[in-house]
């Protein structure tokens, strides 16, 4: 593995000079032909975080300040599978509900940004089948389908949130947020969570409602000691 990175920088700098957007080509076409990605166009499901390592490393010894950002990926398709091996099952179980209403949860991804761009040489992990359209991804920092762990479009500090809605009131829901739904009932479902339609509104669960066998190990430690 550290042979082929050292060819890799070589030749990208041999091939590329200082230009970012053939920095990033070529280090990518590099990839490809080292990985056979011709015959496997998901062999870098899962490498996200030491891609990007390599590509900040490669750009910076080119001239090109770049940095390595953690966050979210929003908008996997429909036919996306993460990675499961890992989880609780009550976390596979949420996921498996978000989808079954049309909400493709968002993956944890690295990706590399420079000048004002996202470069993002794995995205094709999330959208099988489509590989081809997404072997380079270079957008604004801006771009929404990217949200930085800690930025605003991922999290803001506030003590409370009020859902403001009512009766009456239209929601765009589905996969793209394109789907029109009427509110006409909002209740809870049996473990005491928001629902609008008898479908849940939140990709969370709010623990102080739940009964305590679906309370996590650790709040029901911590009501037993008084904490």
């Given at each position: ?27 990518r ?18 490498q ?12 910076k ?21 993460p ?19 049309g ?31 997404y ?44 789907k ?48």
């Open positions: 593995m550290k042979l082929l990175l050292e060819n890799w920088r070589k030749y990208i700098k041999e091939e590329s000079g200082k230009d970012m957007y053939a920095l990033v080509r070529v280090f076409e590099k990839m490809e032909a080292e990985w056979d990605w011709e015959n496997d166009k998901l062999c870098f499901s899962g996200c975080s030491s891609v990007t390592r390599e590509l900040v490393e490669h750009l010894q080119n001239g090109i300040d770049a940095m390595r950002v953690n966050g979210e990926y929003m908008e996997p398709s429909e036919d996306y599978e990675d499961m091996s890992g989880w609780d099952q009550e976390d596979i179980d949420q996921y498996e509900e978000d989808k079954e209403y909400d493709i949860p968002p993956a944890n991804h690295w990706w590399v940004e420079a000048q004002g761009k996202i470069i993002d040489l794995t995205a094709e992990q999330f959208h099988p089948d489509e590989e081809d359209d072997r380079i991804v270079i957008v604004d920092t801006s771009d929404s389908g990217y949200s930085a762990s800690g930025s605003p479009k991922s999290s803001g500090i506030r003590e409370a949130i009020k859902l403001d809605i009512e009766v009456g009131d239209i929601l765009l829901g589905g996969r793209y947020k394109n029109r739904i009427v509110v006409k009932e909002i209740g809870a479902d049996d473990l005491g969570q928001p629902t609008v339609n008898g479908k849940p509104v939140l990709k969370f669960r709010i623990e102080k409602n739940l009964p305590d066998e679906k309370k996590s190990k650790k709040t029901l430690e911590a009501e037993k000691n008084g904490i």
